[in-house]
């Protein structure tokens, strides 16, 4: 007889995490695999407990398992991520978007449109990009501000995203494309609570800073995407064909990409697509094209 053994771990007030494993029932008896359980209707629920970076402290009790789940979000944001750590069974890249709402959880369908809702129109420093958890591409609104530092050592803040990473970009900016941001304070936030990591959005924090830097507005229909080298080159992301679908679907007109991906997005209509090779090729579309709509 098989015995499904869920374990929850709480941290705080807003994570949880799950775990689920499926073993034959002798196993448990023979070997006192769980010795502080309870069993109700041949299920055993235990406990475990997290670090506060979300490790468990026990070691054993997630090499037992066959899968982990983590069920995370921000406590002051109404949508929660149930993201897979392991996963023996299949890919752990796959998450699932859900929102708390008077009548529980609910799936959030389309997270795009979602985590747009509320963008501001007509405003510096802010732009959306395209980020891939798994095969579900999840566009996000990235906002920038710089402005110039009181203090001999600039502030930087980066909330949703690497910290070290906005730091890169930031230099490349000042080497490559000659912007001076030494003296500025730059704050960057992946609006709505999202945790974005990829490589992919550096074009769309480059591109939000050098907006705020210079005051430009980037218009609501332009989404962007790439990644960005230390030579301030537009590298190849995965998944481009996907990227720019999700934007045509959700009504973008204007797409900005890597040159090296028109191979495979050059067949998508009803879209404009601009191929960008370097980091300058990018911020001369916006400042020529984009500034002149106004």
């Given amino acids: 007889m098989t015995i499904y053994c869920a374990f929850i771990i709480i941290v705080g007030e807003y994570f ?8 034959p029932r002798f196993l ?5 695999l769980f010795r502080s359980v309870e069993i109700i209707n041949s299920q055993l629920i235990g406990t475990g407990a997290c670090l506060p970076d979300f490790v468990l402290t026990n070691a054993m009790l997630e090499h037992m398992v066959d899968t982990v789940l983590y069920f995370e979000g921000d406590r002051h944001a109404s949508y929660r991520i149930l993201r897979a750590v392991k996963n023996r069974f299949g890919s752990t890249n796959e998450i699932g978007v859900f929102e708390m709402r008077n009548t ?6 389309n997270p795009s449109e979602f985590m747009l809702n509320g963008k501001p129109s007509d405003t510096s420093g802010s732009i959306v990009a395209c980020s891939m958890e798994g095969t579900r591409p999840i566009l996000v609104e990235i906002q920038a501000l710089v402005c110039q530092s009181n203090f001999g050592i600039p502030r930087r803040t980066a909330v949703g995203t690497d910290f070290n990473r906005v730091n890169l970009l930031m230099a490349v900016l000042e080497k ?3 912007i001076r941001l030494a003296s500025c304070d730059a704050y960057v936030n992946i609006a709505g609570g999202m945790k ?5 959005i550096d074009l769309g924090i480059a591109l939000a800073v050098v907006s705020s830097c210079k005051d430009i507005i980037i218009p609501d229909s332009v989404m962007a995407f790439g990644e960005i080298g230390l030579s301030g080159e537009v590298r190849a992301v995965s998944m481009a064909g ?3 679908a999700e934007a045509k679907k ?3 007109e204007t797409v900005i990409l890597p040159e090296v991906c028109r191979s495979v997005t050059e067949k998508i209509k009803g879209i404009r697509l601009v191929y960008v090779s370097w980091i300058q090729d990018a911020i001369r579309f916006i400042m020529q094209n984009i500034s002149c709509e106004r």
Avoid: D, H, S, Y
């Fill in 16 to 23: 949880v995490n799950l775990t689920i494993v499926a073993f």
């Fill in 28 to 32: 448990g008896e023979r070997f006192g």
């Fill in 104 to 109: 529980g959880l609910e799936e959030v369908k």
């Fill in 176 to 178: 490559k494309v000659g």
């Fill in 196 to 200: 974005m990591t990829e490589p992919a």
């Fill in 242 to 244: 996907q990227r720019v």
């Fill in 250 to 252: 959700l009504g973008f």
